[in-house]
């Protein structure tokens, strides 16, 4: 870390919830203070909890090596794909 570097205090993801908009906060958070590149990598740790920690922790070890393939190993993991599906189309159904 870099000298007088003040790590940000982040909101924790546990698994549900919308992991983009995580992403968003976690990245806007983390630019204020001055952290990019590789302390993403290194800090994003700090921003989970529960199930979405422990898909951290089961990460093969330095498989992760640059912010991109974090963002999308996360996204891949906790996007849902839900279809929302309004009644008329339900009705409409057979």
Known sequence: MPIGYQPPKLKQFDGKGNPE????????ICNNVGTDGDLLVKQFVRSLKGNAFDWYVDLESESIDNWDKMEREFLNRFYSTRCTVSMIELTNAK
């Open 21 to 28: 908009q995580h992403i968003t906060h976690f990245i806007e």
